[in-house]
């Protein structure tokens, strides 16, 4: 059997999530097995760390289990590496230059921290559907290189306040433990589920926790919360954030802009810029997209090396006609009550 001491470094060295030293402890105690005569339990042994290894230090399959979250802890966050980057995106001058401001304090992050200042990392993004937050948390995690975790909001709330409470705390101890993005999409919900909640004063309990977490949190984490419904929220919520940036719709030449980069090599040539800034009005950029996506499908469907302008036409308006159908349905939903409750 394993000591003491080796079965104690083993818990540390997961806890710690050290895989080389976990590695060690494991090849000492097949190594202590094969001596005291079990040959078959320190080949298995040696097997598995192994087959462990084998997978490489820079694959994905090693690297994610670093920062994959555990227990309780997998319900509520969802974790992954995104490659996106800023040079991706269409924003207005103002959003760029908050976004590089952000990358770059991060970056000189130590330097920052050596003269008693810290770097910008509380976020707050507001703006209508489609016009990139969701998109900005995965290209600061992709141009920083950490793990973004998505913060299930349905999996945190539930109706009992002190359950919630508690995962709550769970998920501002992996804040600071593990460096990431820490998305709160549509956090407004957090202090809006009053079909949910007991009472009130709970809710607004829950949220004040919320609140105090932010605000107290010294991490090194970027925590970046966003909401759709600004109007909603208390001014007292607007301090605790470094920074709030605000997304808009697409301008008719930033709409253009998006629908020539998305559509590539499958542009139809002249690119009729004219032609495609009178259809792309009150589109977001992710109905620009879909609709680009799908004359890029047609196009393949058709085996055609470009978009005809028709087909592009065609799909800017179909999505038109779409997106004007949900608005609808969804304002009709959300006087019914979209929050779950009732
Ligand atoms: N500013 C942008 N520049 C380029 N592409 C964008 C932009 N905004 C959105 N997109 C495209 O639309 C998709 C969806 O956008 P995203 O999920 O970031 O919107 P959102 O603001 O989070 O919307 P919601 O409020 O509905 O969550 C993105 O994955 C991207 O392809
Ligand atoms: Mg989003």
Known sequence: MASADQLKALVKSHIDRDDGQFYSVAMQVAAHEAKVGHGKLAEELRDLIDAAKARGPGSPANLVPLARPRGDLA??????????????????????????????????????????????????????????????ASVLAG???????????????????????????????????????????????????????????????????????????????????????????????????????????????????LVRSRMGNYAPRPFPAKAVSEKVAGLSYAELRRAVDEAIKDAVMHDEAKITVAALNRALSERRRLSEKLKHNDLAGKHGGSTGSR
């Not at 590496?81 to 952000?102: C, F, H, N, T």
């Not at 109706?159 to 956090?187: C, H, N, P, S, W």
């Open 143 to 257: 141009e920083l290189g950490i793990p973004l975790f998505l913060v299930r909001l349905d999996a945190l709330i539930t109706k009992f306040m002190g359950e919630t409470a508690a995962k709550l705390r769970q998920v501002f101890d992996a804040i600071a433990e593990v460096r990431g993005v820490y998305f709160f999409d549509e956090f407004d919900a957090i202090g809006s589920q009053r079909g949910l909640a007991n009472d009130v004063g709970e809710v607004r309990r829950i949220l004040n926790s919320f609140l105090q977490m932010i605000e107290h949190d010294q991490s090194n984490s970027l925590i970046i919360a966003a909401t759709n419904h600004p109007e909603i929220l208390d001014y007292a919520l607007f301090r605790r954030f470094d920074d709030v940036i605000e997304y808009h719709m697409p301008s008719p030449s930033q709409a253009t802009g």
């Open 75 to 136: 319900n509520l966050l969802h974790v992954s590496y995104p490659k996106s980057r800023l040079v991706d995106m269409v924003l207005d001058a103002q959003v760029e230059e908050q976004l590089e401001r952000i990358m770059k304090e991060q970056r000189l992050n130590a330097r920052l921290r050596d003269h008693g200042l810290s770097p910008r990392r509380k976020l707050l993004l507001v703006g209508p559907p489609g016009t990139g937050k969701t998109m900005t």
